[in-house]
């Protein structure tokens, strides 16, 4: 039989199979994965052939399917070691919120290159659109503008009054979804407002700076009434990308992306060079400062590091 893996506990597997029904699984021998080393050779999202041997309610994993795209982080205390996150992902959702936590441009733009580097297509979702008064109003018009202007949608909701929760729906609907965001952002709190019997574990905001608790402590693939799955995920402050040059930042850029062939130099990291194609348009007024400055920040720890690492919260 074939089925998706929607939920690991170390050696354990849940498999859903086309029909809906789910089973208990182990693994067949060993596997390994192809290019990187990594702590489990199985995540949710991947799709696995397996067996259900006869008069026996336990199935066994004999395959895996290549995967279209998956997303790592670093493993606890190993250097060039890592552990998959979630595999076969349609897009990527960033839970967002102007205020209570606040969170940061530069943030939201590591994890769109992050996203951008492992070829899933990502959008922004602005929570706890209840609690703004007229400033907030205009620091989540200034947030809109600058990413729908290159390119990701962009959605407004409230999970406490339900604003907007059904467009979310439909965007949701027959696609395999990850969600990520600081602690604090509401992500766990808008997972149970587009499935209210799931009632998952929320948590209040802590201390002086707002900061989350942490609610959710394993990666689940969750799925919805209406169609469709989402995968809630930990928290991103360990995604990792692997031997990522500094010549690539700019790729994960799409304003700066569509340039890359006019300028001078086929490497060009768009700083000191001359005939820059991306300097110019930032000249003119076409590429956004504040994008262009994480995109800066961005090279620079690339080129100290190297490997990519980032402490994102």
């Known amino acids: 039989m074939e ?4 939920k690991t506990t170390g050696s354990w597997y849940i498999v859903r199979t086309g029909s809906g029904e789910h089973y208990k699984c182990k693994l067949k021998g060993r596997f390994k994965i192809k290019g990187i080393k990594t702590t489990n050779p199985i995540a949710v999202g991947d799709r696995v052939d397996f067996d259900l041997p006869s008069g026996q309610d336990v199935g066994v994993i004999t395959n895996i399917h290549e995967r279209d795209n998956y997303i790592i982080r670093k493993a606890t205390r190993l250097s060039k070691i890592f552990s998959i996150i979630a ?3 349609d897009q990527a959702f960033l839970v967002v919120t102007v205020a209570l936590p606040r969170t940061s441009i530069g943030f939201i733009d590591r994890f769109l290159t992050i996203a951008e580097a492992y070829h899933i297509p990502s959008q922004l979702i602005f929570n706890k659109v209840d609690i703004y008064d007229d400033k907030l109003k205009k620091l989540h018009e200034k947030y809109e503008s600058l990413y729908s202007g290159v390119g990701y949608s962009c959605h407004s909701v409230s999970a406490l009054t339900g604003e907007n929760i059904d467009k979310l729906h439909a965007v949701l ?3 395999i979804n990850l969600f990520s965001g600081h602690s604090g952002v509401g992500k766990s709190a808008l997972i149970n ?3 209210p019997s799931l009632n998952l574990k929320t948590g209040e905001l802590s201390g002086y700076h707002q ?10 693939m969750i799925e919805l009434p209406s169609g469709g799955f989402i995968i809630d995920t930990p928290g991103i402050k360990e995604f990792g990308i692997i031997d990522f040059e500094p010549w690539e930042v700019s790729h994960r850029f799409p304003e700066m992306r569509v ?5 001078r130099f086929n490497n060009c990291l768009h700083v000191h060079e001359s005939q820059c194609a991306v300097k110019q348009a930032l000249e003119d007024g076409k590429i956004s400062p504040i994008r262009y400055q994480s995109y800066l920040n961005i090279l620079n720890h690339v080129e100290e590091e190297g490997l990519q690492e980032w402490e994102m919260e």
């Open 211 to 220: 900061k989350g608790k942490h609610t959710t402590t394993f990666t689940e």
């Open 87 to 89: 595999a076969n992902i």
């Open 3 to 6: 089925g998706l893996v929607t």
């Open 173 to 175: 609907k027959r696609k």
């Open 259 to 263: 340039l890359l062939n006019d300028c």
């Open 193 to 195: 407002r587009l499935d």
